[in-house]
């Protein structure tokens, strides 16, 4: 019994509702219902954004507390690491063996290239100076040209020149210059 009187008063009260949206309009209606969902959110954020706030109003930490950046490394130990970087001077054939194992991977025709050795007295590094004719695909030569560097970080590419007989030639010509950075390998 009590649950069909509710389901009268549920009827009742949908009925007068539809009854006053009739009377004011659905506009009308719409606008009290926008305004009633910006109190209900204006309700809710407003606890949120009180403790935003007092967050906000909390002061900085000291500089002092802040994690300090490491001190910048001095000379002798950056010296020190320019020098482990070298390779040895006794290593350097097999270096120039490397090199013409990884042109025969890139599948590159490498002629005998020319070699000079040299000494920078200022910084006590030998240099021992390459020069390769190769001749194969254009992309191949430069991937013999990264992996080599890759392989041996102690040396520079400084110079590449290409040359090709016509446009339709698949075969490129290149004439690649390594430098290698040697420190005397004695112990």
């Known amino acids: 019994m009590a649950g069909k009187m509710n389901n009268v008063k549920i009827a009742a009260l949908l009925l ?4 006053a949206v009739l009377r004011l309009g659905l506009l009308a209606c719409l606008a ?3 305004c009633a969902a910006g109190v209900a959110a204006w309700a809710v954020l407003l606890p949120r954004s009180a403790a935003q706030a007092r967050v906000m109003a909390q002061p900085l930490p000291a500089p002092s507390t802040l994690a300090a950046s490491p001190a910048p490394p001095s000379a002798n130990q950056n ?6 970087v070298l390779g040895e001077q006794r290593y350097a054939e097999q270096q120039v063996k490397l ?22 007295k200022a910084s006590r590094v030998s240099t021992y100076q390459i020069i390769l004719p ?9 991937q013999f040209a990264m992996q ?8 520079s590419l400084d110079e590449v020149g290409f040359r090709r007989e016509s446009i339709a030639e698949p075969t490129v010509e290149a004439r690649l210059r390594f430098t290698l950075y040697l420190k005397d390998g004695a112990p």
Request: glycine share 8%.
């Open 148 to 155: 080599s560097l890759r392989a041996m970080p102690f040396a």
């Open 79 to 84: 010296l020190a690491v320019f020098y482990g």
């Open 32 to 34: 009290m219902m926008l």
């Open 99 to 120: 090199l013409f194992d990884l042109a025969a991977q890139s599948n590159l025709v490498l002629s005998q290239g020319e070699y000079k050795a040299g000494f920078d």
């Open 16 to 19: 007068r509702a539809r009854i």
């Open 134 to 142: 190769v001749k194969g695909p254009y992309q191949a030569i430069w």
